[in-house]
């Protein structure tokens, strides 16, 4: 994608656009920036903050002249998390308040399907995604035909879809659900019966707690899928009194090994809740980093596992993102229409 784009002469990059704009490091912006700075300086060191600040300065001042917002997904970096987003969360979070924002651009800092969540909730607005790379292992598991498939082989029975998933998925279901909300979306419908797409281990968590009988997809987060029961173990046993609170996209024997599942957002209201002297947070690495700053008496456990697709998008790219107004996101209006449709119900419900 950056190929392509830097070929084009009316595309201009990260350090040419800082030139435009007249931003260089400077011990001044040290100054400026310092309440910035203040937020991550426990996970960023000093030496490498004259990188990333004059960025956040063009940034910063660039979403202001554009009327623009950006949605950050608890899973990016942290200079991007707490030094350019207006809006942090999930990605059912982060589409409902930018619905609730008087800005002409939504900037999405996060993966493609969260893109297209927000423009599927903001039709009106411009959506921008930095980088055509942040894909996501679970959404790309599965196509529309594949939903038609199944619904042909399972007539009659609802199709709840995850929110990692494709718009052209979405349309084919009754209603989305996020992990926040699976069990309460399966528990709503009134058949014994029902299809759960795409994440198998997310609808294995569901079939614990629930009657009713789950129809799976095998679709999996390539992030949580690698945490393994034994991993666990052996944090218990060198971290003596550590707490371990896992997602629940982890596979079942993962999530049996916790003290606590939930989405992001429960995760993180549950270390402000419970102030845990340690703390094992089993999901995208990044969210440790990014809720350690608001929790500085708690030691936060790291078994790092990255996800590759949230890591595309960095200072660089956003800035481009806004500057050239690259990639817009567009969702066919046949599809945006249904797609919608089983998003607002999960909304409503
Ligand atoms: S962490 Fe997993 S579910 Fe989330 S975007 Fe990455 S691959 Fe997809």
């Given at each position: 994608?950056?190929e392509?784009?830097?070929k084009?002469?009316d595309?201009l990059?990260?350090?040419e656009?800082?030139?435009?704009?007249?931003?260089?490091?400077?011990?001044?912006m040290l100054?400026e920036?310092?309440d910035q700075?203040?937020?991550?300086?426990r996970?960023?060191p000093?030496?490498?903050?004259?990188?990333?600040?004059?960025?956040?300065?063009?940034i910063?001042?660039?979403?202001?002249?554009?009327n623009?917002?950006i949605?950050?997904?608890?899973?990016?970096?942290?200079e991007?998390?707490?030094?350019?987003?207006?809006?942090?969360?999930d990605?059912?979070q982060?589409?409902?308040?930018?619905?609730?924002?008087?800005?002409?651009?939504?900037?999405?800092?996060?993966?493609?399907?969260?893109?297209?969540t927000?423009?599927?909730?903001n039709?009106d607005k411009?959506v921008?995604?930095?980088?055509?790379?942040?894909?996501?292992?679970l959404?790309?598991?599965?196509?529309g035909?594949?939903?038609?498939?199944?619904k042909?082989?399972?007539?009659?029975?609802p199709?709840?879809?995850?929110?990692?998933?494709?718009a052209?998925?979405?349309?084919?279901s009754?209603?989305?659900?996020t992990?926040?909300?699976a069990?309460d979306?399966?528990?709503?419908?009134?058949?014994?019966e029902?299809?759960?797409?795409?994440?198998e281990?997310?609808?294995?968590?569901?079939?614990?707690?629930?009657k009713k009988k789950?129809?799976?997809?095998?679709g999996?987060?390539e992030?949580?899928?690698e945490?393994?029961?034994?991993e666990?173990?052996e944090?218990?046993?060198?971290e003596?009194g550590v707490?371990v609170?896992?997602?629940?996209?982890?596979?079942p024997?993962?999530?049996?090994?916790?003290?606590?599942?939930?989405s992001?957002s429960?995760m993180?209201?549950w270390?402000k809740?419970?102030?845990?002297?340690?703390?094992?947070?089993?999901?995208?690495?990044s969210?440790?980093?990014?809720?350690s700053?608001?929790n500085?008496?708690v030691?936060?456990v790291?078994?790092?596992?990255?996800?590759?697709?949230m890591?595309?998008?960095?200072?660089?790219?956003?800035?481009?993102?806004?500057?050239?107004?690259?990639t817009?996101?567009?969702?066919?209006?046949?599809?945006?229409?249904?797609a919608k449709?089983?998003i607002v119900?999960?909304i409503?419900?």
């Amino acid at each position: 994608m950056k190929e392509q784009n830097t070929k084009n002469k009316d595309f201009l990059s990260g350090p040419e656009i800082l030139k435009e704009m007249n931003i260089s490091w400077s011990g001044k912006m040290l100054e400026e920036t310092a309440d910035q700075y203040s937020k991550v300086s426990r996970v960023i060191p000093e030496i490498e903050w004259p990188f990333f600040a004059p960025y956040i300065k063009a940034i910063n001042i660039l979403k202001k002249d554009m009327n623009a917002v950006i949605l950050a997904h608890n899973y990016q970096t942290p200079e991007i998390f707490h030094c350019i987003s207006d809006i942090r969360g999930d990605s059912l979070q982060l589409a409902k308040e930018a619905g609730n924002v008087n800005a002409d651009i939504i900037l999405q800092c996060g993966v493609h399907f969260m893109a297209e969540t927000s423009k599927l909730l903001n039709m009106d607005k411009t959506v921008l995604i930095p980088s055509m790379e942040a894909g996501c292992s679970l959404a790309e598991s599965i196509t529309g035909e594949d939903v038609r498939k199944i619904k042909k082989e399972n007539p009659n029975i609802p199709v709840v879809t995850y929110v990692n998933t494709s718009a052209e998925v979405k349309a084919e279901s009754d209603i989305c659900c996020t992990s926040s909300n699976a069990l309460d979306i399966v528990n709503s419908l009134e058949s014994k019966e029902i299809i759960f797409l795409p994440d198998e281990y997310l609808a294995m968590n569901i079939a614990k707690e629930t009657k009713k009988k789950i129809i799976m997809w095998k679709g999996r987060c390539e992030v949580h899928e690698e945490f393994t029961p034994e991993e666990i173990v052996e944090f218990r046993e060198n971290e003596p009194g550590v707490k371990v609170i896992a997602h629940p996209e982890c596979s079942p024997e993962v999530v049996a090994q916790s003290d606590f599942s939930g989405s992001t957002s429960a995760m993180i209201n549950w270390v402000k809740d419970n102030q845990p002297k340690k703390v094992l947070m089993v999901t995208e690495c990044s969210m440790s980093d990014n809720i350690s700053v608001e929790n500085p008496n708690v030691n936060f456990v790291r078994p790092c596992n990255l996800c590759p697709h949230m890591k595309t998008i960095n200072l660089e790219n956003i800035l481009e993102s806004l500057w050239n107004k690259k990639t817009e996101i567009k969702i066919n209006p046949e599809i945006a229409i249904k797609a919608k449709q089983a998003i607002v119900k999960m909304i409503e419900l």
